[in-house]
C-alpha cells in the first residue's frame, strides 16, 4: 500500500503569502511574457501593475454533479425504504470528500501531475524558469509550467463554460478559459495563488479529483472509477488509479470507453508509476507488479452511463420521465424556472419521490403482460396511474410502451410518449374516458340535492339540444341522438342507470342539470383535457367525449373516496441537496372539492358497479371496500376501469393510441380485449390494497336517497286527459301506455309505471295505462253445490257476459245429492276475470267422467 503524504503547504507558499503578489510578479512576468516584452517593447515595470490589477478571488464551489431519484420499496436492494430508479446528469460526477479516494489516486495525481504540489504556493517557480527557456526559444507561450492548483483554475472555468445555457455561450466561454495567452496565464497564476491562500492542500486536491475531466463526459475519480473499473473512487487499485490519472491530460484519446485508447493510456500510466516510484510513493514491489498488468479488455472493467429515465429501472422509466418534465414545476428547486433549471443542470439532489414499487411493479407488470408492447397490428396501448387521497401522492404510473427517447427511438415496442399524463408532460393527446366520466354528471345531480333513487327515462332517443342547459356557451340548437349499449328501455332509478352505465339515464339528468357545472365539478376535482384546453360542456360530454389524462382521472377518484377532498398530484417527497441539506418536496395543494355528503352517496352508487358484468373482474376480493366505474367508447377503441377506496383512486386506460381497433375483437393472456382493463386495475389493486388498505366508505346521504324529486302522483279512476293534465304540470313527462285488462270503466286509469308514491325527477316519464272495460267478478253458479244443474248454472254465467262456458264432471256415489248437480266452477265464484276468459262448470255424475 502506497506511504502517502499527507498534502500540506510548503516553504516556498509560506514564503510567497509573505513576500506578496508583487514582489512575486516580477518572477513570473520575466519567466512569462519575456518573448511578449521583446515583441511589443512594454516594459517589465508596467506587468507589474497589470499583474497586480488582475483578480485574486475564487471559488471552488460545486461542481455539476448526478442527481438520483429513488422510489419507495420495502423488496431486496432497498435501503431504508427506498430504491434507486434512474440517475440524471449534464456531467456524470458524484462529489467524494478526500478520505473517500484511494491513496493510490491522490499520491498518482501529484507525482504524475505536479510533484512539487505539497511545497509551492499555486504557482511552481522550478517549472516556471524551465517554461521561460521554452517560451524565449519558440517565442511565444508553448509552455505554462500549469500546477494542479492552476489546472483546478483552468477546469474552474471550464465548468462555469460548461453551465451556460445556450451553445454559442458555452463555447465562446470554453475557447477562453482554454486559449493560450499571456493575460490568460497569467490571471490563472494568480488565481491559483489565492486558491492557495483560501483552501488547504486537502482541499484543493480533492477539488482537482472532482472536477477532472475523464473523458467520456465523465467528471471526477467516483465516476471515473464508477464508468471504467466498475468500483468505487476509494477502492481503486495502484495500477487503475495510474491508468485514470492517465486521462486528464488527454481525455479524448486516453479514455477508457475505447479500447483504440488504451495503449496510449498505458504509456502514460507507467510514467506516472515511475514517478510514483521516483519519489517513494510505492515501493519496487509494487511497481513492478502494476506494470505487468496490461490496459486491455480484461483489466478494464465498464460500467456503461446510465444517464437518463431510458437507462434507469426498468419498471419505473415513465414516472422517471415525468418527473424530469416536472422539474419546472419544483419550488425547492428555485423561485423560477429558469432558476430551477439552472439547479437541477447543476444537480447533486438525491430526490426521494412518492413512487411505490411494492404496487407500480406488479401494475407495470400486469400491464405488459395483458397489453403487451410487441403489439404490432394496431396501435395498443395502455396507462395506470394512482393517486393517493388527502395527499395527492403519485404512487403508480404504468404504461404498456417501453420508455425510449433517444435519437433511434427502441423500436417497434419503444415510445417517448407517457400516456398518462398531458402533453406539455409527456407528448400525448389524451383519451376519451368513455362512460368513467359519467361520475360527474351523478355528483352534479348529488350537489343539487336530487337523489338516487328518483327516477329518470332511460330509453335511447333523440332530444332537442334546446333542452339541455348550458351557462357556460349558451343554447344549442339541432338535436341530440344517443343510444344504449345494452337497448335497455323504459325508466330506471338513478342508482340503477349508473350501475348499469345507462346513456338514457345520464341524458335524462344532464336535461335537469346545468351542464357548465357538470364541467366545473369534473375540473375541480382535477380532470384535464390533455391538450390544456378547458374541459368541453357540450350534451356529449357527459358521456365522456373530452380526452383526458389517466393521472387526472385517478385524482379525482381519490378524491370521492378521500371524502371529497382533492389534491393535486405531486411526485417528491423529499430532497437532499449536494451540502447534504434536508429540502421539503412538493407540498400538498388540497382543496374541498365536493362535500362529504356527496362524496359518500357517489361511493355508495359506485359500489354496486363491482357486482355489475365484468367490473367484477377488477376486484381483489380481498374485503377492502371499492368503488368502480367502467368506460367504454362507441366502438369499442378506448376501455377504462377507474376504482377507488378511502386511500387511493386507480385509473386504468387501455386502447387506441391512434386508430380505431375495436377491443372486443382481441386477447391477450386469454382475456378478451374489454376485459384487459379489470385485469391491470385488479393486479395494480390487489398491491395497493396490501400497504395502503381502505376502510368503510361513509354512509349516503339520508337527503339524497330520495332528494327533491316530485313524488307521482295517483291518478288512477281518471281519464287519461285528466291523468295528462296532472302529470305534466307536476313537471313530468307524460306517455300513454295503451289499454290494459283491468274491472275499471273502460277509458279509466288503471295504473302508472313509475306506480304512484314513488320519488321521480322533474322531467321524468311517467306512463299510463288505462282500462280495457273488460274484467268483471265470475258470478256464483254453484249455489250450494246441490241445486244448480248445468243448464241452470250455465244461464247465470252467460247472464253476467261470460260466454266461453264448458262443462266439466267430477266422479260420485249413486246416493250422493249432488249427482247432477254443479259442484264448483273454475274460475271460482267472484273471481275476477275478462269476459273471454274460459270457464269451466263441474258436474257430480255417477259414470265415469269420459
Request: net charge negative; with cysteine.
Amino acid at each position: 500500500m502506497s506511504a502517502q503524504k499527507n498534502p500540506r503547504r510548503g516553504v516556498v507558499s509560506a514564503l510567497a503569502g509573505l513576500i506578496g503578489f508583487s514582489a512575486l510578479s516580477g518572477v513570473l512576468i520575466t519567466a512569462m511574457v519575456a518573448p511578449a516584452l521583446a515583441v511589443t517593447g512594454v516594459t517589465a515595470s508596467s506587468t507589474i501593475g497589470i499583474f497586480d490589477g488582475l483578480p485574486d478571488y475564487l471559488e471552488i464551489g460545486q461542481q455539476p454533479e448526478r442527481n438520483t431519484l429513488y422510489a419507495q420499496f420495502t423488496g431486496k436492494g432497498n435501503v431504508d425504504g427506498y430504491y434507486p430508479i434512474a440517475t440524471i446528469y449534464d456531467q456524470n460526477r458524484q462529489e467524494v470528500g478526500y478520505d473517500e479516494i484511494s491513496e493510490y489516486a491522490l499520491d498518482a495525481t501529484i507525482d504524475g501531475e505536479d510533484r512539487r504540489f505539497v511545497d509551492h504556493g499555486g504557482v511552481d517557480l522550478t517549472s516556471l524558469v524551465r517554461a521561460a527557456v521554452d517560451n524565449v526559444v519558440s517565442s511565444g507561450i508553448e509552455s505554462g509550467a500549469s500546477t494542479l492548483t492552476m489546472q483546478l483554475v483552468k477546469n474552474l472555468y471550464i465548468s462555469e463554460a460548461e453551465a451556460l445555457p445556450t451553445e454559442d455561450e458555452r463555447k465562446a466561454a470554453y475557447e477562453e478559459a482554454a486559449r493560450k495567452t499571456f493575460d490568460r496565464k497569467l490571471n490563472e497564476m494568480k488565481l491559483a495563488i489565492g486558491l492557495e491562500k483560501r483552501y488547504t492542500k486537502k482541499e484543493i486536491l480533492t477539488a482537482y479529483l472532482n472536477i477532472a475531466n475523464f473523458g467520456n463526459a465523465t467528471y471526477g475519480i467516483q465516476a471515473a472509477a464508477q464508468r471504467y473499473y466498475s468500483v468505487s473512487a476509494k477502492n481503486l487499485t495502484l495500477e487503475q488509479s495510474a491508468s485514470l490519472i492517465a486521462i486528464v491530460q488527454e481525455p479524448s484519446l486516453r479514455n477508457l470507453a475505447n479500447p483504440d485508447n488504451f495503449e496510449a493510456n498505458q504509456e502514460r500510466r507507467n510514467v506516472i508509476l515511475v514517478a510514483m516510484l521516483d519519489v517513494g510513493s510505492i515501493t519496487q514491489e509494487e511497481y513492478d507488479n502494476a506494470v505487468a498488468i496490461p490496459v486491455d479488455e480484461e483489466t478494464v472493467v465498464p460500467s456503461p452511463p446510465k444517464n437518463g429515465c431510458t437507462a434507469g429501472y426498468e419498471n419505473a422509466k415513465w414516472f422517471c420521465d415525468y418527473v424530469v418534465k416536472s422539474v419546472k414545476d419544483f419550488a425547492f428547486l428555485g423561485d423560477t424556472p429558469e432558476e430551477r433549471a439552472a439547479n437541477w443542470k447543476q444537480g447533486g439532489y438525491k430526490v426521494y419521490t412518492t413512487l411505490d414499487l411494492d404496487a407500480q411493479i406488479p401494475s407495470q407488470q400486469a400491464t405488459w403482460a395483458y397489453a403487451p408492447p410487441s403489439e404490432t397490428s394496431y396501435a395498443l396501448g395502455s396507462a395506470t396511474s394512482t393517486v393517493e387521497g388527502g395527499t395527492g401522492r403519485v404512487l403508480v404510473m404504468a404504461e404498456n410502451k417501453k420508455f425510449n427517447d433517444t435519437a433511434d427511438g427502441g423500436g417497434v415496442d419503444a415510445s417517448a410518449v407517457n400516456y398518462n399524463t398531458s402533453f406539455e408532460y409527456g407528448g400525448s393527446t389524451g383519451f376519451q374516458p368513455g362512460s368513467a366520466y359519467k361520475a360527474f354528471t351523478l355528483i352534479e345531480w348529488l350537489n343539487q340535492g336530487k337523489g338516487i333513487y328518483e327516477r329518470v327515462e332511460g330509453t335511447a332517443r333523440t332530444m332537442q339540444g334546446s333542452q339541455f342547459l348550458d351557462t357556460c356557451n349558451g343554447p344549442y340548437g339541432g338535436t341530440v341522438k344517443f343510444k344504449n349499449n345494452g337497448g335497455e328501455r323504459g325508466i330506471y332509478s338513478v342508482a340503477e342507470g349508473t350501475a348499469e352505465s345507462i346513456n338514457g339515464v345520464f341524458f335524462s339528468m344532464a336535461s335537469q342539470l346545468d351542464q357548465c357545472n357538470i364541467r366545473n365539478v369534473a375540473a375541480s376535482m382535477g380532470v384535464e383535457r390533455a391538450d390544456g384546453k378547458d374541459l368541453e360542456s357540450f350534451p356529449s360530454s357527459v358521456i365522456g367525449t373530452n380526452t383526458v389524462t389517466p393521472l387526472s382521472l385517478a385524482s379525482a377518484y381519490a378524491a370521492i373516496g378521500a371524502g371529497g377532498v382533492w389534491c393535486e398530484p405531486i411526485i417528491v417527497d423529499r430532497v437532499i441537496d449536494a451540502r447534504n441539506k434536508e429540502l421539503n418536496g412538493q407540498e400538498k395543494n388540497c382543496r374541498q372539492a365536493i362535500s362529504p355528503e356527496v362524496a359518500a352517496t357517489t361511493a355508495f352508487v359506485l359500489t354496486e358497479v363491482l357486482n355489475r358484468g365484468n367490473a367484477r373482474f377488477a376486484d381483489p376480493e380481498d374485503g377492502i371496500p371499492m368503488f368502480a366505474k367502467t368506460g367504454t367508447t362507441d366502438g369499442a377503441n378506448q376501455t377504462w376501469m377507474a376504482t377507488g377506496t378511502t386511500r387511493y383512486g386507480t385509473a386504468t386506460w387501455v386502447g387506441n393510441s391512434i386508430g380505431d381497433q375495436d377491443m372486443s375483437r382481441v386477447s391477450y393472456e386469454g382475456v378478451q380485449g374489454y376485459r384487459l382493463r379489470h385485469y391491470i386495475a385488479k393486479a395494480t389493486n390487489a398491491a395497493l390494497n396490501t400497504k395502503y388498505p381502505g376502510s368503510a366508505f361513509g354512509e349516503p346521504d339520508s337527503r339524497l336517497l330520495t332528494g327533491s324529486g316530485t313524488e307521482v302522483p295517483d291518478v288512477r279512476l281518471q281519464t287519461l286527459e285528466q291523468a295528462k293534465s296532472v302529470l305534466v304540470s307536476l313537471g313530468f313527462n307524460f306517455a300513454d301506455g295503451g289499454a290494459v285488462d283491468s274491472e275499471l270503466p273502460a277509458g279509466q286509469v288503471v295504473r302508472t309505471d313509475p306506480a304512484a308514491g314513488t320519488q321521480s325527477a322533474a322531467g321524468a316519464t311517467v306512463t299510463v295505462f288505462t282500462s280495457k272495460g273488460n274484467m268483471k267478478p265470475l258470478p256464483d253458479a254453484v249455489g250450494d253445490g246441490e241445486t244448480n244443474d248445468f243448464a241452470t248454472a250455465q244461464g247465470i254465467v252467460n247472464g253476467a257476459g261470460f260466454a266461453n262456458v264448458s262443462q266439466g264432471c267430477v266422479v260420485v256415489l249413486p246416493a250422493d245429492p249432488r249427482v247432477d248437480k254443479v259442484t264448483s266452477s273454475n274460475p271460482a265464484p267472484g273471481a275476477v276475470i275478462t269476459t273471454g276468459s274460459a270457464i269451466t262448470l263441474v258436474v257430480a255424475q255417477v259414470a265415469p267422467c269420459p
